[in-house]
């Protein structure tokens, strides 16, 4: 016997032929449902921040015309959870983070340039994040333009919470878009930009503790071993592809660093690793790579691959020159990790030297 398909006032059983374009129109539902559902849930947010801020700007008012203290705030709060018992977020906490979000964007300043549109409501992108993204926001970034930057960035990004604070405690708004490049020559104007504000100087890696004079295999070593923290610190786009990646090139053999694809800018991104100043040279080589690289692995989609010198120091004015006449869409910039020597001298000669580290940690998981 067929099994039975419970349905609306029929049934029909497994035997029965479905109607010709079932399954498209109800997987075309399933989209529009879920679809719905998302823009209900961003209208129900962004009602949710107009809110907190029209409430943070009545209190602001209220204090500057009526001269209203912390004890009317805080029975303003009490008397608010009593008439609405099921609802949070108008605690005395809450209430005085509404205070603190209205204040954050609607105080006179650069980014204020119609401020009777900027008192109605918060900025666009700013009303777009959830509330506890906003909070973190205002509450650890005083710049107010550093403030749009970060909501602009987790609006087009899609931070989470724990990405969004890492952000902000690496100062991503300041390293963005920092590199030396020769991207206004070497890339066409909407690319340009994209690849330009993708890039970072310099990359904290504090995640990577490494001696003062370290390898660059070490180095290469510690974020391929940390590549989650390594992605991160990257930002969005960055696939991973491989380390040491092998190209051969007129029967010669060469390795790539580190490869990535960048989903974004539609390319591929080589990273040569140099734990010393940059030099001139490291141009020239990096240039050779994104020839072979795009003569083996570019697509006729993709776009032109980009290539990120990635050194310990960079004098500016050297990369500058070393680009001016590059053809191929280069980058130089710049890392830090936790230092080794920040241990205290004496304990660091007690130490033993750290390929008798590793030979007695392989000993170990041996035995």
Not at 217 to 229: E, Y
Request: proline share 5%.
């Amino acid at each position: 016997m067929g099994r039975k398909r419970q349905g609306s006032g029929m049934e029909l059983t497994a035997a029965d032929a479905l109607p010709a374009g079932y399954a498209v129109f109800l997987e075309d539902l399933k989209t529009r449902v879920h679809s719905a559902q998302l823009r209900a849930a961003v209208a129900v947010n962004t009602e949710l921040i107009q809110l907190y801020w029209d409430i943070g700007r009545g209190v602001v008012e209220r204090q500057r015309t009526d001269g209203w203290g912390s004890k009317v705030v805080n029975l303003l709060g009490r008397d608010l959870q009593v008439a609405f018992p099921g609802v949070g977020g108008f605690s005395r906490q809450n209430l005085y983070r509404m205070r603190a979000f209205y204040q954050a964007y609607s105080e006179p300043g650069p980014i204020v340039s119609q401020a009777a549109r900027q008192l109605d409501s918060p900025p666009p992108a700013v009303a777009a994040l959830p509330w506890f993204h906003n909070v973190t926001i205002f509450e650890r970034v005083k710049d107010p333009e550093a403030r749009l930057w970060y909501a602009r960035a987790t609006r087009e990004f899609g931070w989470s919470r724990a990405v969004l604070e890492h952000q902000i405690e690496t100062d991503a708004h300041r390293r963005r878009g920092k590199a030396v490049t020769n991207f206004d020559r070497a890339l066409p104007a909407p690319q340009s930009d994209l690849a330009r504000e993708t890039l970072k100087d310099p990359y904290s890696f504090q995640f990577l503790t490494l001696a003062e004079e370290h390898a660059e295999a070490d180095l290469q070593r510690g974020l391929v071993n940390h590549i989650r923290k390594f992605l991160l610190e990257l930002g969005a786009g960055f696939a991973f592809v491989g380390e040491q990646y092998h190209l051969e090139v007129g029967g010669d053999d060469f390795y790539l660093d580190l490869l990535f694809y960048h989903l974004t800018l539609r390319c591929f991104v080589v990273f040569d690793l140099k734990a010393r100043r940059f030099t001139p040279e490291a141009a020239g080589k990096m240039n050779f790579y994104l020839s072979a690289v795009d003569d083996r692995l570019r697509h006729a989609s993709d776009n032109p691959s980009v290539g990120v010198v990635l050194c310990k120091h960079k004098n500016e004015v050297v990369a500058e020159y070393a680009l001016r006449d590059v053809q191929k869409p280069l980058a130089v910039s710049t890392y830090v990790t936790r230092l080794l020597e920040s241990l205290p001298a004496e304990l660091l000669a007690e130490l033993p030297p750290p390929d008798e580290v590793m030979r007695s940690g392989a000993k170990q998981k041996k035995v």
